[in-house]
């Protein structure tokens, strides 16, 4: 049986027609839907878009099913110390958000560097941190995962017709 084609939305006369399989890319496993899963054959796409917006949230929907843990998102406020300055204070602002943590390294591999941490050399990694679509997070924030800590290094920033968040993390 092999894979069936993919679906070319908004393009030919605008519909799909309902013949073949839908097949989605999340990560690097590809996963079919049948086509009772897939767009009502004949649904007009709306104009200049390449996926109707139900279209968008089935693979949304999609998405989060290869989100299998959770974390808890942090932000950090300054407090007064008492002494003329300000502490770093940090709270949780988002609990249990679903997510899945995987190595940035190259396949898959996990990318250490050495920092100079106390007077004592420590070592980084670098980690793939998805979220759902529409979860806010921005580089000033951590996350907790599994009892250990993560800074935020970058967010990639949203795109069409996005279906994950995904940021670059640090843990020390």
């Known amino acids: 049986m092999g894979i069936p084609p993919l679906i070319s939305h908004g393009f030919g006369n605008g519909t799909y027609d ?6 989605v890319t999340y990560g690097y496993t590809p996963f079919v839907a049948a086509p ?8 007009p796409f709306a104009p200049g878009h390449i996926f109707a917006p139900a279209d968008l949230q089935f693979l949304r929907d999609c998405a989060a099913l290869a989100l299998p843990d959770t974390c808890d998102i942090q932000t950090s406020q300054n407090q007064q110390d008492g002494s003329g300055g300000y502490a770093e204070v940090w709270s949780t602002s988002y609990q249990n958000v679903a997510c ?6 190259t396949n898959g591999s996990i990318a250490v560097t050495e920092r ?4 004592r ?6 980690w ?8 806010p997070i921005t580089e ?7 009892g250990r ?4 290094i970058f967010v990639h920033r949203p795109q069409s017709f996005d279906t994950v968040r995904r940021c670059l993390v640090r843990r020390f």
């Open 116 to 119: 100079m941490i106390a007077n």
């Open 18 to 23: 309902g013949s073949i399989a839908l097949v």
């Open 128 to 135: 793939l941190l998805t979220l759902p679509f529409d979860q």
């Open 149 to 152: 800590t993560y800074e935020v």
């Open 140 to 146: 000033a924030m951590r996350f907790i995962y599994l």
């Open 36 to 43: 009772e899963e897939v767009p009502v054959p004949g649904r």
């Open 121 to 126: 050399r420590s070592g980084v990694t670098d």
């Open 100 to 105: 899945r943590i995987s190595p940035s390294g």
